[in-house]
């Protein structure tokens, strides 16, 4: 399994953080996670080919967060060269059909793959819930952010990530990431500047501390985190291997 983080970002334009979006690679499937607006480009710079996705899982419907499925639906159909003719597989919670549906009243036809290749899952936003797709186990909790959210653990060849998606303080995500090898964690905003349905470094540190997890990735950070020491704060309350997203940094959890 490796991770390629394609977006450690907010909506807050930059070009150093780009909006939301983790690459997974497992054996047997090439995942995206979240697809905020510039996930596509970030996906060219690293070399991920789009017609290779076989699963794309989205936590909640913000802009930062999806606005590049748009594009990926059009590219799934009108993009130049060869196309992709095998199915893929969208995971989302409960209110993906509407959203899609939503897409389809805007956008049309265009954004709907030919041939019936998307196939999508809808996942419960109010309990625990799980799906196996290819080679990868999904888990999902609730997040405590706007509904429906979700934070997922993904199981595959015997490694477990747990990534919050936006969220606030949740027994949730710390019972879903117990026994993860690695957390990946929202950090929107230092210590200081606490926001509601976020999360801040010492709270991150707390959750991965309470899950028990052996390393604490901190990701989607708005300005203020360039500023301060979040991965000092973390550490201060989490005693495990903590590093800071950057775009386009890769995990790999077999070396
Ligand atoms: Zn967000
Ligand atoms: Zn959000």
Redesign the pocket.
């Known amino acids: 399994m490796k991770v390629t983080i394609l977006g450690s970002g907010?909506?807050t334009p930059s070009l150093k953080r780009n909006s939301?979006g983790l690459f997974i690679e497992t054996v047997g499937a090439n995942i995206l996670l979240d697809m905020g607006p510039g996930s596509l480009r970030r996906m060219c710079e690293a070399g991920i080919d789009y017609r290779n996705i076989d699963l794309i899982i989205l936590t909640h419907f913000?802009p930062?967060?999806v606005v590049d499925f748009i594009s990926f639906l059009f590219a799934s159909n009108y993009a130049y060269g060869p196309m992709r003719t095998d199915p893929f597989h969208v995971v989302g919670p409960v209110g993906l059909k509407k959203f899609h549906g939503s897409l389809v009243e805007i956008f049309g036809s265009w954004v709907i793959p030919s041939n019936n290749r998307m196939l999508t899952h809808e996942m419960s936003a109010d309990s625990p819930d799980c799906l196996q797709i290819k080679d990868v186990g999904i888990m999902s909790r609730p997040a405590a952010h706007s509904f429906p959210s979700l934070s997922y653990r993904l199981e595959a060849e015997g490694k477990s990530i747990t990534i919050s998606g936006?969220t606030d303080v949740s027994e949730n995500l710390v019972d879903l990431a117990k026994g993860s090898h690695t957390l990946i964690c929202?950090c929107s905003l230092p210590d200081s500047m606490k926001a509601h349905g976020h999360l801040t470094p010492s709270e991150a540190g707390l959750i991965a501390a309470k899950a028990d997890v052996e390393r604490l990735i901190l990701t989607?950070f708005y300005p203020p985190c360039e500023s301060e020491d979040i991965v000092s704060q973390a550490r201060r309350i989490f005693k495990g291997s903590v590093l800071k997203a950057e775009d386009l940094m890769t995990v790999d959890f077999n070396s």
């Open positions: 907010t909506a939301s913000h930062d967060h936006d929202e989607h």
